[in-house]
Every structure is written in structure tokens, then in C-alpha cells.
């Protein structure tokens, strides 16, 4: 009887441990040379509501803000997987300008990446504006993204490069009304360099594969701009931003610190 035991006992113990690497191969999956897509959709919104032109919306010190014109480059983007491999999207495609104009009815803008590396990945990186390297090519090496840029009133000229951020509207306080706001952030040429990197977490992995199209959906909080790392008001100077070597690093790194990732859908 003892020996029927042990003998039993074994055979179980074969099997759970045939069914159990069994199942370990199952849940490997091998990845190479599969691409699939996935989309970041931006959603600008002012603290805790919702963007929309001409609202009026409040921030420090009595003053508020009403826009007309909400853009902004994003570029270089890049994604870390779960081992710490990175997939660059392809330089000469990695530049995008989000239009607050061409959000849908949810007030999203859609920017959809083609050709990314399966893999499970945990973070996106991304850089607001364009970088020194980039702009060291010349017009040429620019390619078709500065005509869009053009087009977009995102260049200040070729000569001093490209606004970032553009930002156009009004602000009231207690002493005025509706006086005129124009935030235009950007590098001037290689004297001035603006550019600035954001990495945010995903709050769950992204699975791209070449069955499914992730999107991961990044609130951009405006009010940041004006009440971010520094606090700046219109009335000391912030209604016309442009050029100026103090006030214009100030708007760089409020605006980098106003994206966050809200959730990820991995259908």
C-alpha cells in the first residue's frame, strides 16, 4: 500500500510539474520582428475641467484666462519596455504639432505611431518643441514637418526656429478686461534652448502587437503654464511672452511639468 502511495505521489508530481511548464511556454510569447501601432491621445484641460475656447478660466492672484489659440510640438518620441529596451519612432516622422482645433468631440487630438516594436512597454518619453540637434540640420533637414510648422504660425522665422507653445486669447484681472495674451515659448536659434523631456509612467503596461492598437490617454493641464514650477502673472510681464531669455525658460519648464498620463486602453 505504502508503495502505491509513493508511487501515486510521484506520478502527481510529474504531472503538475508537466502542466506546469506546459504553461510556462504558453504564456511566453515571442515577439520578434511583430510591429503593431499605438496612439497617444492628448486631452487639454485647465485644472480640473475641461478645455474650451473663449471659456474663461481662473488662476493665482485674481486674474483669468480665456485662449483662441492652444498648440503645441511635441517631438522625439520614444517608448521604455519592461526590460529597459527603448523604441525611438523614426526621426524624420517624430515631430507632431497638437491643435487644440483638431480635437474630436471630446476635445482629444490624436497622434497614431505606425510600425513600433512589440514589446510591453511601461513609460513614454517625449520632448516639447524641437531639439538643438534637429535644428542644426538646416531647412532641408527639417523635411516636410516645416512646411506643417509654417502653416501652423509655429516658426518665428527659419533664422530663430520654431515656437513650441502658442498660446492666444485674453486675460482679465481686478484692474483690467480682456487685454490681449500671446504665449509664444520656443528656442532662438542656439542662443536660447527651450527644449525640454517629459517621462511619465503608464499606470498599466502597454501591449502593442500586431492584433491590437493601445492608446494612452495624456491630460495636459494648461492652468500649469501660469501656476506650474513658478508662478507667473500677466501683470508682471507674462501677457506677451516671446523672446525674453528669463521669461521664456520660466514658461519652458511650467510646460513640462503639466502632462500626466490618465489611463491606457490595450484593445
Known amino acids: 500500500m ?24 504558453d504564456s511566453s510569447e515571442d515577439l520578434s520582428g511583430q510591429t503593431g501601432e499605438l496612439t497617444l491621445k492628448f486631452d487639454n484641460g485647465v485644472g480640473d475641467q475641461d478645455f474650451i475656447f473663449g471659456t474663461s478660466y481662473n ?22 519596455d519592461s526590460e ?10 517624430n515631430a507632431f504639432i497638437i491643435n487644440e482645433l483638431d480635437g474630436n468631440t471630446a ?13 510591453d512597454y511601461v513609460s ?26 509654417s502653416e501652423e504660425g509655429m516658426l518665428w522665422s527659419w533664422a530663430t526656429g520654431y515656437r513650441f507653445v502658442r498660446l492666444d486669447g485674453t486675460y ?10 500671446n504665449i509664444h ?14 517621462t511619465l509612467p503608464f499606470p498599466n503596461t502597454v501591449l502593442v502587437r500586431e492584433t491590437t492598437t493601445p492608446e494612452v490617454h495624456i491630460k495636459a493641464d494648461i492652468a500649469k503654464v501660469f501656476d506650474g514650477t513658478t508662478t507667473v502673472n500677466f501683470a508682471d510681464g507674462y501677457d506677451q511672452v516671446h523672446t525674453d531669455n528669463v521669461e521664456t525658460p520660466i514658461i519652458a519648464d511650467n510646460v513640462s511639468g503639466m502632462f500626466s498620463v490618465h489611463h491606457v486602453h490595450n484593445d
Open 107 to 119: 476635445g482629444e487630438i490624436y497622434v497614431t505611431l505606425n510600425d513600433v516594436d512589440a514589446a
Open 59 to 80: 488662476k493665482s492672484n485674481n486674474e483669468s484666462f480665456k485662449l483662441e489659440t492652444l498648440k503645441y510640438i511635441v517631438s522625439n518620441v520614444r517608448f521604455t
Open 172 to 181: 482679465s484681472s481686478d484692474t483690467v478686461t480682456d487685454e490681449p495674451v
Open 2 to 25: 505504502k508503495l502505491l502511495k509513493y508511487t501515486f505521489a510521484l506520478l502527481l508530481s510529474v504531472t503538475v510539474a508537466s502542466c506546469s511548464t506546459d504553461n510556462d511556454d
Open 185 to 198: 515659448m520656443g528656442s532662438v536659434g542656439t542662443s536660447l534652448d527651450n527644449y525640454r523631456e517629459v
Open 84 to 93: 529597459g529596451n527603448v523604441f525611438m519612432y523614426p526621426t524624420e516622422e
Open 124 to 149: 513614454v518619453t517625449f520632448g516639447i518643441g524641437i531639439d538643438q540637434d534637429r535644428f542644426l540640420l538646416g531647412a532641408e533637414g527639417q523635411g516636410a514637418f516645416l512646411d506643417e510648422a
